[in-house]
């Protein structure tokens, strides 16, 4: 038996519905393929694992793992994952969430998460657009593009979702894309075994909702565009000419403790002086 047979049995369920309910061209299969390699690498045994997932497309891959998994509310992802982790340190809790999920009604979550440093890995599915709720403008559609709420050019400002998570105090902060899947693993491994809050920013097309606004003519050509214009940090940071380049790799990486962490020294050394942690 193929190995991607092997562990397809062993860590999808088997009563979903296949094939995937994702569009045809989309990439969050890819992501949920990294989610169950990088577990398989780091021999994380599955009830181990809690994936907390909110509303959108990305959220059906709370669905089909076989993890102890949870379909948050929107927006509330990061906050079923802090009371999971806190209860419960010895889980591994990976939060998945789309870009409008996490940035916009669950903003103000993801940024707490990242100053309390709680041990969470947010993995934030990045594809410029409310893809499930009818292709409306998220907080990082990028300025003049086309959906369903900026026929004529989105007028605002994007959120860079890196600078975000770096400015709020995330303990590691990673950008990766679905065309580089290989590396993409390798991030996703590295922010699932550190301490603290561990953000990964994944680019994935919609072709369905956004390319097809936005003069793509395919989802290969949006794969191509990933391709084309997201490079290496350590090439990105040597360019003279940065316009239309995004920088993927690791841009954060320190190791102090998570709240959870934190809190159980705090209940020891209470316990210790014969306190109310006793």
């Given at each position: 038996m193929a190995e991607v047979t092997q562990l397809i049995h062993q860590y999808l369920r088997h009563n979903k519905k296949f094939p995937l309910v994702f569009c045809p061209g989309c990439g969050i299969g890819i992501v949920l393929g990294s989610l169950v390699r990088s577990v398989h690498s780091l021999g994380i045994p599955k009830d181990d694992m809690a994936v907390v997932a909110g509303i959108g497309c990305s959220g059906r891959i709370a669905a089909y793992v076989d993890f102890n998994t949870v379909h948050a509310t929107h927006g509330r992802a990061l906050t079923l994952s802090t009371g999971i982790k806190m209860a419960s340190p010895h889980l591994r809790v990976l939060t998945v969430m789309g870009d409008g999920d996490a940035l916009s009604i669950g903003g103000n979550h993801l940024i707490h998460a990242?100053?309390?440093?709680?041990?969470?890995?947010?993995?934030?599915?990045?594809?410029?657009?409310?893809?499930?709720?009818?292709?409306?403008?998220?907080?990082?559609?990028?300025?003049?593009?086309?959906?369903?709420?900026?026929?004529?050019?989105?007028?605002?400002?994007?959120?860079?979702?890196?600078?975000?998570?770096?400015?709020?105090?995330?303990?590691?902060v990673y950008r990766g894309t679905v065309f580089h899947a290989k590396a993409l693993d390798g991030l996703l491994q590295r922010a699932m075994s550190r301490p603290g809050f561990n953000l990964v920013e994944v680019l994935t097309p919609c072709f369905t909702q956004y390319g097809r606004g936005n003069k793509?003519?395919?989802?290969?050509?949006?794969?191509?565009?990933?391709?084309?214009?997201?490079?290496?940090?350590?090439?990105?940071?040597?360019?003279?000419?940065?316009?239309?380049?995004?920088?993927?790799?690791?841009?954060?990486?320190?190791?102090?403790?998570g709240l959870e962490q934190r809190h159980?020294?705090?209940r020891q050394a209470l316990a210790d002086k014969g306190g109310a942690g006793s």
């Open positions: 990242a100053r309390r440093n709680i041990g969470v890995t947010a993995l934030v599915v990045n594809n410029f657009i409310y893809g499930m709720t009818g292709g409306q403008c998220s907080p990082t559609t990028p300025f003049g593009a086309y959906t369903h709420t900026s026929p004529h050019g989105q007028m605002e400002k994007s959120f860079d979702v890196v600078e975000m998570a770096k400015a709020a105090g995330a303990n590691g793509f003519r395919s989802p290969v050509e949006m794969f191509r565009w990933l391709k084309d214009h997201v490079v290496p940090r350590e090439v990105y940071d040597k360019l003279d000419d940065k316009a239309g380049k995004i920088p993927m790799g690791i841009f954060v990486e320190n190791d102090e403790p159980a020294a705090m």
